[in-house]
């Protein structure tokens, strides 16, 4: 689906956002992790899927095999922050949100 066919929603101003510490959002009943990395903007899901607690926000954001990642806080899980795959894991992903900074405002594609 191109850009403009996305229904997007505004979540908080680009200057919210600082480089590389995570914040966290509603989409809809979604807990989202947003995260700004050498100016590339990423979206994951904000839920570590081996504890189901709502952590990756607040996860260490670093590279790994190459990849763009963050840490879980609570086990150390990596996941990439472009695919949303866990490195240690393969059968392990969070879901991936597409992200942009419109204008000066960060934006979540709503599905």
């Known amino acids: ?3 403009e066919n996305k229904n997007w929603q505004a979540i908080c101003a680009s200057t919210e956002l600082t480089e590389p510490l995570g914040v966290r959002a509603l ?4 807990q989202v992790a947003i995260f700004k990395v050498k100016n590339e903007l990423y979206a ?3 839920i570590d899927p081996f504890t189901n607690a709502a952590v990756l926000a607040r996860g260490i954001v670093g590279d790994l095999s190459g990849k763009t ?4 806080p609570i086990y150390k899980q990596h996941f990439c922050l ?3 795959a866990c ?3 393969e059968d392990v992903s969070v879901k991936t949100y597409a992200v942009r900074d419109n204008g000066g405002q960060i934006e979540l594609a709503q599905h």
Do not use: K
């Open 69 to 72: 990642v963050v840490a879980s």
């Open 44 to 46: 994951v899901s904000a």
């Open 27 to 30: 989409l809809g009943d979604e």
């Open 82 to 84: 472009s695919s949303g």
């Open 87 to 89: 490195l240690e894991d």
């Open 1 to 3: 689906m191109s850009e």
